[in-house]
C-alpha cells in the first residue's frame, strides 16, 4: 500500500472577507474544494476552523485530520448544487425513527425508553406540529402522514450548512428527531449520543464493554461532536 501524500507547499495561511463569505489562502492561493469549486465559508469563525486545520499540517497533508474542510468541501460540493435529494432521505427517516421502536420487556428498559425518548418526540409534536407514535417491537409501522410531512418541511428548509451537519447527525443517531433537536439546539452532543446508545448501553451493563465496540462508538460521539460544532461556527455572525 502506497503511503503517498501531497507535501505542504505552502508557509502562511490567511482568512480574508471575499463575495460575501471568507476564503482561506495558502500564501496567495486560495482554496478550493475537490470539485474546483471557491471554498468560500459562511462565516469567520468557520473559516478559521478550515485555516487552524491547514496551518496545523506538517511535512504532509492528513486530510483525516481537517474534519472542518471535510465537512465545508461537502456543503459545497455535494449538498448546495442539489439539496432536495440529500434533504429526502434524512426527511425519509421520520418512517422508521428509532426513538420510535421500543422494547416488549423487560419493564425497566421500557420505562427508560419512555423516559430518555418521549421529551424528543413531544419537543418535535410542539416545534413543528410531527407527532411521531412509538410502537412496541421492530416491525415497521406507518407514521402518521401528517407527521411525516411536518418532519419533511423542517429538513427541506434548512440551508446547505445545517444539512451537511444534520445528515451526520441523523445517520450517526438514526433519528431524524435527535437531529432536528441537535441542530435548533434543543439538545448538545454527548446528550443525543447518550439517547442513540440507549439500548447499547442497557447491554453493556449487563454483558460489559466490547473493546472494539467502545472504540467505534468513540469515534461516531467525536462525529456528533464535530457536526453540531461544524453547524454553531457557520451561522455565527461578528
Not at 421500557?110 to 412509538?134: K, V
Amino acid at each position: 500500500m502506497s503511503d503517498w501524500a501531497p507535501r505542504r507547499f505552502w508557509e502562511e495561511v490567511s482568512v480574508r472577507p471575499e463575495n460575501g463569505g471568507f476564503r482561506v489562502y495558502l500564501d496567495a492561493r486560495s482554496l478550493r474544494t475537490p470539485h474546483r469549486s471557491e471554498l468560500l465559508a459562511p462565516s469567520a469563525g468557520l473559516a478559521e476552523e478550515v485555516a487552524a486545520e491547514w496551518r496545523a499540517q506538517g511535512e504532509r497533508i492528513d486530510p483525516l485530520s481537517m474534519p472542518f474542510t471535510r465537512s465545508l468541501n461537502s456543503a459545497i460540493d455535494k449538498v448546495a448544487p442539489n439539496p432536495g435529494p440529500v434533504a429526502d432521505m434524512l426527511a425519509a427517516y421520520a418512517e422508521t425513527d428509532l426513538l420510535c421502536y421500543r422494547a416488549e420487556h423487560p419493564d425497566e428498559l421500557i420505562a427508560r425508553q419512555a423516559e430518555t425518548w418521549d421529551p424528543y418526540l413531544d419537543w418535535a409534536a410542539e416545534r413543528y406540529g410531527a407527532r411521531l407514535q412509538p410502537v412496541k417491537g421492530l416491525m415497521p409501522v406507518d407514521q402518521p402522514a401528517e407527521a411525516v410531512a411536518a418532519v419533511a418541511r423542517a429538513v427541506h428548509g434548512l440551508d446547505p450548512y445545517a444539512l451537511t451537519a444534520a445528515h451526520d447527525l441523523i445517520t450517526l443517531t438514526g433519528s431524524v428527531i435527535l437531529g432536528l433537536s441537535g441542530i435548533e439546539g434543543h439538545a448538545e452532543a454527548d446528550t443525543l449520543w447518550h439517547a442513540a446508545r440507549l439500548d447499547e448501553l442497557w447491554q453493556i451493563e449487563r454483558w460489559g464493554e466490547d473493546e472494539e465496540a467502545e472504540r467505534q462508538a468513540a469515534a461516531r460521539a467525536d462525529a456528533i461532536r464535530h457536526a453540531l460544532n461544524f453547524h454553531r461556527v457557520a451561522r455565527e455572525t461578528d
